[in-house]
């Protein structure tokens, strides 16, 4: 496991949202911050494939009863929408059709036993090397015929400019409610992204949030700089059955495709910081986001829970 001093946490070494424009530099940090041994939560060749990679697709972890009862419980929490207040819902753009449900493991409880559960929460734990809380969690649901892109972006770039997060020490973890296919939108990555760190041009609007959330137009790279990253790396999709468990990187370029088939995607979102990490004012912005996007305060660790969650 690394080691690092409080000074250099909280020293600025991803500079982004910049006037004099767009600047490519290679990541300070370790992309997996525990050494591998047996008892580690994923093989060997799965933790270097996400040293590699910046993601890793795991499969067959949940019994067809599990994802059976968290597929009901999201069907349940998308048609009671007016129940959830509004901070925590977004729409589609050009529609009143639910895009986003967030604070997602306070308003469910078996989503709430989900993000504890050893199977993410644990290997969360490995990946960062430190206890780790929920930064954000979300339910995200692209409907079929009519549910839009999500722009190529480096979650970290976000997180450290608006939200105040310092080191890339933190990761993603989807799960997937719906089969997603290579044709009705599923998540694109950039392999290989997640070692360089893209400072995007333009100063943060004042709660630049309100439409980033809709479409995120600040704080994303260069169509030039997309273009090369696409052209040195590639780009893949993270494709299975409902069930399947994506881990990505919080700096790994990734974004999806609109969805035009009558075939719904939908996955339950995590996002793991280490305590080590916890949030502080934002490098980018003038105030930061709102709680529902970002834990603040003084976040506890997350108690890890073994067994079945349904």
């Not at 639910?98 to 644990?122: E, K, N, Q, W, Y």
């Not at 997060?165 to 997603?180: C, F, I």
């Not at 409902?242 to 609109?258: D, K, P, R, V, Y």
């Amino acid at each position: 496991m690394n080691i690092q001093t409080k000074t250099d946490v909280f020293q600025d070494i991803y500079p982004t949202r910049l006037r004099e424009g767009e600047r490519l530099t290679e990541r300070t940090d370790p992309v997996l911050w525990s050494d591998w041994t047996d008892a580690a939560p994923i093989s060997k060749d799965e933790a270097d494939s996400y040293s590699r990679n910046g993601y890793l697709v795991r499969r067959d972890l949940f019994s067809p009863e599990e994802v059976k009862a968290l597929i009901h419980a999201s069907s349940d929490l998308r048609g009671g929408g007016t129940r959830i207040s509004s901070e925590d819902l977004v729409t589609e753009p050009d529609g009143d059709a639910v895009r986003t449900i967030f604070r997602l493991d306070r308003h469910s409880s078996i989503f709430s036993r989900l993000a504890r559960d050893t199977r993410l929460a644990g290997t969360a734990r490995f990946l960062l090397g430190d206890d780790v809380y929920l930064h954000q969690s979300r339910l995200n649901y692209k409907p079929g015929f009519t549910g839009k892109e999500f722009y190529w972006h480096s979650d970290f770039e976000t997180w450290h400019a608006e939200d105040g997060m310092p080191r890339m020490r933190a990761v993603s973890a989807s799960l997937l409610l719906t089969d997603n296919s290579e044709v009705n939108g599923p998540l694109m990555l950039i392999p290989g992204s997640h070692k360089h760190f893209i400072a995007c041009q333009g100063e943060t609007p004042d709660d630049n949030h309100k439409s980033s959330l809709k479409k995120q137009e600040v704080g994303v790279p260069s169509q030039k700089t997309l273009a090369e990253m696409a052209e040195r790396f590639g780009i893949d999709t993270a494709t299975g059955p409902a069930g399947t468990l994506i881990f990505f990187e919080c700096n790994t370029l990734h974004g999806s495709n609109g969805n035009i088939t009558p075939f719904p995607r939908s996955n339950a979102f995590f996002v793991f910081n280490a305590m080590s990490n916890a949030v502080t004012h934002p490098f980018a912005a003038q105030k930061p986001r709102p709680d529902f996007l970002a834990e603040r305060g003084s976040p506890e660790p997350l108690k890890v829970t073994n067994g079945r969650i349904a």
